[in-house]
């Protein structure tokens, strides 16, 4: 068993999987990018799916599509796959605490990581779709709440959606994210990436924190129209006083943390 144990933490902290981790960075910062764009693009009255979905849709009609597709789920499973021996095999030394907490957030990265994964390989196999994501989302929020304790169910995933942009926006603004980097030693380098690290932590909570609000709303209000995801939340958004402005603001936040996670691929503690 110990054996088996080792041989599976070799496997998983070889040095091939962690330069195909860090690209798996890399990927994520590109779709944050792309959403970015996307945003930008909604804020000057134009169209798009804002959303991973509508990003990765975009890749994909690249001229090098399916080559992008699948060099970019192979860096993202290879993300994930990091995070979960993360999530078994690390942080051992730590007091139970501080253990149960970081193995908890690698755990949860590593299902993010998995469903990028996911979307690039449906995409890959001509499965996924970029179209029409707001009312997928919606009939996934209908079916959910015909479920038994649909309700419940949907209000904590909205609140923990919620809690988790609340945690990035104070990660943002606490420079929390800077002692998982190994920072340039110049002064120039180091303040830009971060700048870059708290304005995209700070654009990329505020995007969470309106998804898991209407999450919730249309949980409690049983109206599954009102749960659009990202992309129909940020387009509810530009209806708002000075919304065109917000959704600008918005697009150049989650510009800088496609840029700053383009940067952890290369400056990460792996």
């Not at 959606?161 to 190994?182: D, E, N, P, Q, T």
């Not at 109206?223 to 387009?235: A, C, F």
């Amino acid at each position: 068993m110990h054996q088996a144990a080792d041989a599976a933490y070799q496997a998983t902290n070889s040095g091939a999987l962690e330069i195909l981790a860090r690209v798996g960075f890399a990927v994520s910062g590109l779709l944050h990018l792309l959403i970015g764009v996307t945003v930008l693009r909604l804020a000057s009255g134009g169209g798009g799916s804002a959303d991973v979905s509508g990003a990765v849709a975009e890749l994909a009609s690249q001229p090098a599509g399916p080559l992008l597709l699948w060099s970019s789920f192979a860096a993202c499973a290879a993300l994930a796959l990091w995070q979960v021996s993360d999530a078994i095999f690390d942080y051992g030394q730590l007091p139970t605490k501080d253990k149960t907490l970081k193995k908890l957030k690698a755990a949860g990265q590593a299902v993010i990581y998995a469903g990028l994964a996911t979307t690039l390989f449906s995409f890959a196999v001509g499965t996924g779709s970029g179209s029409d994501s707001s009312s997928k989302t919606s009939d996934l929020t209908a079916t959910v709440l015909a479920a038994p304790a649909g309700v419940v169910l949907l209000v904590a995933v909205g609140l923990g959606i919620s809690v988790g942009g609340v945690i990035y926006a104070v990660s943002g603004i606490r420079k929390s994210f800077a002692k998982h980097l190994v920072l340039p030693s110049r002064a120039t380098p180091r303040k830009a990436v971060i700048a870059l690290g708290v304005t995209g932590y700070v654009a990329k909570g505020a995007v969470l924190l309106l998804t898991g609000i209407l999450v919730a709303v249309a949980a409690l209000g049983s109206n599954p129209e009102e749960s659009t995801g990202l992309d129909g939340g940020l387009k509810a958004l530009q209806d708002q006083p000075y919304g065109s402005y917000l959704l600008a603001a918005v697009g150049l936040g989650l510009l800088s943390y496609g840029v700053f996670l383009m940067v952890r691929a290369r400056l990460a503690k792996m």
